[in-house]
């Protein structure tokens, strides 16, 4: 029953998103990104550590991206957390000028406490952009987006062994650019995620996404892209040597790690 229900909530999940998709988008882009996140936990209510990756297209080199990003995050208590990053994004493209985007967010989530079957968990960030374009016809520029996340999770499921269990999500966010829309090429953008995971170990996870993203590329919304990006996302955790703090936390912080 708990399978089904499960395998029943992401086909809804998943039509949703297509259905969410413009039918008369100009292009479809497959995209793979590969990302390694770490956190080190302190003792305390601090957490810090971050995530690097790798972004670019399925089947061709037009458009690669790396990026580095570390972050501090706080456990306001079971439910809330804070965190704070700087991110570096490095940008080559084969028919358009490189990018070097510099990045600072600060973002507020909760996890709600699970229920049997699954737990809901969200995200509010807010980041401020700041783009160097490797061409003398452009300006660099600043740009400030918000994000808005939403997701769901199942419990740990050992249908394949009581060590290293699996799990499922899905999740959809939205983007908003605050600019000279005159002046900006992406205007917003739109996610939705279906992901599994796996357990490995205690400190050790991985997860498969599926990601349909929507992007608007100018400011009456004419032009549009859809993207179907592939993500495998892998998860490290350095325990704290002796917590000296008594707020139980849950075991995977998820808002924050969807970047």
Sequence with gaps: MLRNLFILLLLIFFKLGISAQNPESTSIDNELWLNYSVKVETGTGFSYGGDTGLRGFWSNYDWNQFLIRPTVNYKINRTFDAALAVALFQTW????????????????????????WLSVFGRARLEQRFFS???EELSNEFRVRGRLLLGIQSQDLTW???????FFQTLIEGFQTFANQDKVLVINQSRFHIALGHRIANNWRYEFHFILQGTRLNPQNELRLNQHIFRLRVFHTIPKKKSSISIEEIENVRANVFN
């Design 93 to 116: 493209n084969k028919n358009l000028p490189n990018i070097t985007e510099f990045r600072i967010h600060q973002d507020f989530s909760f996890e709600w406490p699970p229920a049997k």
């Design 133 to 135: 374009f490797q061409a």
């Design 160 to 166: 394949f062994g009581e060590k290293r269990p699996i």
